[in-house]
């Protein structure tokens, strides 16, 4: 069930394959397993920089009219020796949904947003770009550069 699984996208410039994971059934679903797949989703990112570190939280589980949605906390940052505590971070906040009135063996729906933006991503659709992450820490490093403490 937890295979990779991929499409490409002809875009102008290049081929550029979309990856993927087989996302866990509804009936299967618990709080950890959400947590495992989507770190198993982030693993199949192309993440350039060596320093990258994230934390997962769960966030809080939310009743809906005909699905339950689950909501997560991925939290990015580079830490460094001079800076082992990082002043900024990047937040992915990740949505899975189940149905409660689809076939419980199909599998959970999932969406993601980056901190700051609207756009909503869906794994398997959308190419991750690690820029997204990096522009979130800029913009918060500009911004504490600024301000008198």
């Known amino acids: 069930m937890d295979t990779e699984s991929s499409k490409s996208l002809n875009t102008s410039d290049c081929d550029y394959e979309i990856k993927n994971i087989d996302w866990i059934s509804c009936k299967d679903f618990t709080v950890e397993a959400g947590e495992q797949h989507i770190r198993q989703y982030m693993d199949t990112w192309d993440i350039k920089h060596p320093g990258w570190l994230y934390s997962v939280q769960f966030l809080q589980e939310q009743e809906q009219e005909f699905k339950k949605q689950y909501h997560y906390r991925?939290?990015?940052?580079?830490?460094?020796?001079?800076?082992?505590?990082?002043?900024?971070?990047?937040?992915?906040?990740?949505?899975?949904?189940?149905?409660?009135?689809?076939?419980?063996?199909?599998?959970?729906?999932?969406?993601?947003?980056?901190?700051s933006t609207r756009?909503?991503?869906?794994?398997?659709?959308?190419?991750?770009?690690?820029?997204?992450?990096?522009?979130?820490?800029?913009?918060?490093?500009?911004?504490?550069?600024?301000?008198?403490?």
């Open 74 to 115: 991925v939290q990015w940052s580079i830490p460094t020796q001079t800076d082992p505590i990082p002043r900024a971070t990047a937040s992915v906040y990740f949505i899975i949904e189940i149905s409660t009135i689809k076939p419980n063996t199909l599998p959970v729906e999932v969406h993601f947003l980056i901190e």
């Open 119 to 149: 756009s909503r991503h869906i794994p398997g659709r959308t190419r991750f770009r690690e820029k997204w992450l990096m522009d979130v820490l800029e913009s918060k490093t500009l911004l504490m550069d600024t301000i008198d403490f």
